[in-house]
């Protein structure tokens, strides 16, 4: 191959790029990003760079001189707008074209948002550096009432940083148990009591019906509130919507990829063309090992498929199978929780050091006499050990 497009120059994209160099690659190698920023990493915006602790410099994915080194044609403030994989063609929002050998697409998701809120001031979603220095300035002026909507890791941690700014907070659940899709009713549950630990206000099976505003003059709308089913009003100055996000795929319409939740790939990361894979947050593999269809939204992840299917793109074919660790880790209030493996909500939990009551406990997940995951809340040393326990399959294909 003699030129590449990195389509999304976030994580996953430049994951790719390096690992594109190291692994031999010497061709041209463009990286087509719509955000008019330098590659950053996403995981401090929910904590301390909201709390202002934190430089955007600090964000930096690539050292001084990195891009440099690797050689890298960046197309910042540019989004691609159609891919034709066939012609190896990719349109660009400046009307110009890159045709090119070969395609990472690494473009992750946005937000998503509550029907009908668009423009309303006040409201909040929280993915890119400009969204976090949006409601940062926001939560410094004055002592606004905040609400979260979605006590999911991302709305949980921002609660315990708006909570760090001495602010008033409510988070809203829809489910009964926090963060029990992920990690079980037990180790949900777990979690939920740090927010009253700390005096955040947590609601659980509290759905959002709408949200009230006011007339705020040139403005436009001002939020009000958020308006629950059953009829309850929750008074807000600032509510931050943490409901999800949705893959960015609407630039591949057309192009004969499948594109269903994420773009589909084999276990390999590879479409169905040979010369475009996908990575990070957007990417819909089959699982080697199971034979579903499994998208992540986590940083490790997003981090570990560049390698692999980097590879597989300059083989031209999948020469090595993609096995995720499963590891996930958020920092909410003073702890740090920490998740690897595979688990589900019906798998058998057993504390095995600590107790949740502590705030400081590790746990595993058994499924017929096998530990398939391993859960910790600030015991980061026991953790390490356990998560070695679970088993990971090779990745060569045979
Ligand atoms: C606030 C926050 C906190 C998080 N905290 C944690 C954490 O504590 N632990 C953890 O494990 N994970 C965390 N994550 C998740 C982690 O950051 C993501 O999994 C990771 O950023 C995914 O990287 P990505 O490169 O796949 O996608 P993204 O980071 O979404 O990057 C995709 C890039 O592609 C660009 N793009 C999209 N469409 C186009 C287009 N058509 N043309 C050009 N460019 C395009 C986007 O603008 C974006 O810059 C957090 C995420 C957020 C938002």
């Given at each position: 191959?003699?030129?590449?497009?990195?389509?999304?120059?976030?994580?996953?994209?430049?994951?790719?790029?390096?690992?594109?160099?190291?692994?031999?690659?010497?061709?041209?190698?463009?990286?087509?990003?719509?955000?008019?920023?330098?590659?950053?990493?996403?995981?401090?915006?929910?904590?301390?760079?909201?709390a202002?602790?934190?430089?955007?410099?600090?964000?930096?994915?690539?050292?001084?001189?990195?891009?440099?080194?690797?050689?890298?044609?960046?197309?910042?403030?540019?989004?691609?707008?159609?891919?034709?994989?066939?012609?190896?063609?990719?349109?660009?929002?400046?009307?110009?074209?890159?045709?090119?050998?070969?395609?990472?697409?690494?473009?992750?998701?946005?937000?998503?948002?509550?029907?009908?809120?668009?423009?309303?001031?006040?409201?909040h979603?929280?993915?890119?550096?400009?969204?976090?220095?949006?409601?940062?300035?926001?939560?410094?002026?004055?002592?606004?009432?905040?609400?979260?909507?979605?006590?999911?890791?991302?709305?949980?941690?921002?609660?315990?940083?708006?909570?760090?700014?001495?602010l008033?907070?409510?988070?809203?659940?829809?489910?009964?148990?926090?963060?029990s899709?992920?990690?079980?009713?037990?180790?949900?549950?777990?979690?939920?009591?740090?927010?009253?630990?700390?005096?955040?206000?947590?609601?659980?099976?509290?759905?959002?019906?709408?949200?009230?505003?006011?007339?705020?003059?040139?403005?436009?709308?001002r939020?009000?509130?958020?308006?629950?089913?059953?009829?309850?009003?929750?008074?807000?100055?600032?509510?931050?919507?943490?409901?999800?996000?949705?893959?960015?795929?609407?630039?591949l319409?057309?192009?004969?990829?499948?594109?269903?939740?994420?773009?589909?790939?084999?276990?390999?990361?590879?479409?169905?063309?040979?010369?475009?894979?996908?990575?990070?947050?957007?990417?819909?593999?089959?699982?080697?090992?199971?034979?579903?269809?499994?998208?992540?939204?986590?940083?490790?992840?997003a981090?570990?498929?560049?390698?692999?299917?980097?590879?597989?793109?300059?083989?031209?074919?999948?020469?090595?199978?993609?096995?995720?660790?499963?590891?996930?880790?958020?920092?909410?209030?003073?702890?740090?929780?920490?998740?690897?493996?595979?688990?589900?909500?019906?798998?058998?939990?057993?504390?095995?050091?600590?107790?949740p009551?502590?705030?400081?406990?590790?746990?595993?997940?058994?499924?017929?006499?096998?530990?398939?995951?391993?859960?910790?809340?600030?015991?980061?040393?026991?953790?390490?050990?356990?998560?070695?326990q679970?088993?990971?399959?090779?990745?060569?294909?045979?």
């Open positions: 191959m003699k030129s590449i497009a990195i389509i999304g120059g976030s994580l996953a994209g430049t994951r790719a790029a390096q690992e594109l160099r190291v692994q031999g690659y010497d061709g041209q190698l463009f990286v087509v990003g719509e955000e008019h920023q330098q590659p950053y990493d996403r995981p401090p915006l929910s904590k301390a760079f909201l202002g602790t934190l430089d955007r410099s600090e964000l930096d994915l690539l050292d001084a001189g990195e891009d440099a080194e690797l050689d890298l044609q960046f197309r910042t403030g540019i989004r691609a707008e159609r891919l034709d994989p066939a012609n190896r063609r990719i349109a660009l929002s400046d009307g110009s074209e890159l045709v090119v050998d070969g395609v990472v697409i690494a473009t992750g998701g946005r937000p998503r948002t509550l029907p009908g809120t668009d423009g309303i001031s006040g409201v979603v929280l993915r890119t550096v400009d969204d976090a220095l949006g409601l940062r300035a926001d939560l410094t002026a004055g002592s606004p009432r905040v609400v979260v909507v979605g006590a999911g890791f991302i709305g949980a941690e921002v609660a315990s940083t708006c909570r760090g700014l001495g008033n907070v409510t988070v809203l659940e829809a489910l009964d148990t926090p963060l899709r992920v990690l079980g009713p037990q180790l949900g549950t777990a979690c939920a009591q740090l927010h009253d630990d700390h005096g955040t206000v947590l609601r659980c099976g509290a759905v959002v019906d709408g949200l009230s505003t006011t007339d705020d003059g040139a403005n436009g709308r939020v009000t509130g958020v308006d629950l089913v059953g009829g309850e009003h929750i008074p807000a100055d600032v509510v931050v919507v943490g409901i999800g996000m949705i893959p960015a795929t609407e630039w319409a057309g192009s004969g990829l499948a594109v269903d939740n994420g773009v589909g790939t084999d276990s390999g990361l590879v479409t169905g063309f040979p010369n475009v894979v996908a990575v990070g947050d957007v990417a819909r593999y089959t699982s080697a090992v199971s034979g579903t269809v499994v998208r992540h939204e986590h940083w490790t992840n981090a570990d498929q560049a390698g692999v299917a980097v590879t597989n793109l300059l083989a031209g074919h999948t020469a090595r199978h993609y096995t995720p660790t499963g590891y996930v880790w958020s920092d909410q209030y003073s702890s740090t929780i920490q998740l690897s493996g595979h688990p589900h909500p019906s798998d058998e939990v057993t504390i095995v050091d600590g107790t009551q502590e705030r400081r406990f590790v746990a595993t997940y058994q499924r017929d006499g096998v530990t398939v995951g391993v859960f910790a809340m600030n015991n980061a040393k026991l953790f390490n050990r356990l998560r070695r679970i088993a990971r399959p090779a990745t060569a294909v045979g």
